[in-house]
């Protein structure tokens, strides 16, 4: 047994007195990074319903995550809105903006972001991602076959919004373009000859 007021003795005090300065900075890091998250939402949650809202106007009815009923409060559905100010913008790791369409393939085509731990960083992904056709499989039989295309991918403390902002321009532009004219095709092959193609996967 070590004598009283020896060295051996503080050992676990002065650990316990380090962990606590490691939470404490940890929970300032987290709380910048929370807020900084938040106030980014707020602005990508409004571009995804304000593109939602675009489609509207000429009948394409899209779906969006998070539901407008979570983040939007509204004096005349749907156009006359504000964000909610009680909502916990920072809490949100993905946003999409889903076509249901059902002809050419559409339903399911998605624009969808995304956030993802890289090391200390914490990225922002935008994708879009579409029906490619379906599989049957033997023992889960027939799965629907997704690709996606990687618009844009970058650390959040190094975000350039305008940057963002004028791929996401491009993409409507086509989107719905594509939809004026009936043709899917008009979307898909700019896709294909703009971005990389992403994995694909079955739902």
């Known amino acids: 047994m070590a004598a ?15 962990l606590d300065k490691k939470t404490a900075q940890a929970q300032k890091t987290s709380g910048v990074e929370t807020s900084q998250k938040g106030e980014l939402n707020r602005t990508l949650i409004s571009d995804f319903w304000k593109i939602l809202l ?6 394409i009815h899209f779906s969006i995550e998070p539901s407008h009923t979570q983040f939007a409060q509204f004096e005349k559905y749907p156009y006359e809105w504000s964000l909610k100010e009680t909502f916990d913008f920072g809490g949100v790791n993905q946003i999409q903006v889903m076509d249901r369409t059902r002809d050419q393939g559409r339903i399911g085509d998605a624009l969808k972001l995304r ?22 499989y033997k023992y889960s039989g027939w799965k629907r076959i997704f690709g996606q295309y990687v618009l844009f991918d970058s650390p959040v403390k190094k975000l350039e ?10 993409i409507v532009r086509q989107w719905y ?5 009936h043709d899917r095709n008009v979307l898909l092959q700019y896709m294909a ?9 079955t739902q």
Do not use: M, P
């Open 193 to 201: 000859s703009t971005f990389e193609k992403g994995e694909s996967y």
């Open 177 to 181: 373009d594509s939809h004026l004219k």
């Open 161 to 170: 919004i305008d940057q963002f902002h004028t791929v996401l321009a491009e």
């Open 54 to 59: 675009r489609f509207e106007k000429i009948n």
């Open 115 to 136: 956030y993802y731990a890289d090391g200390d960083n914490q990225n922002l992904r935008l994708t879009f991602e579409y029906c490619e056709g379906e599989h049957y």
């Open 4 to 18: 009283k007021g020896s060295k051996n003795e503080d050992w676990f005090d002065n650990l316990d007195k380090e």
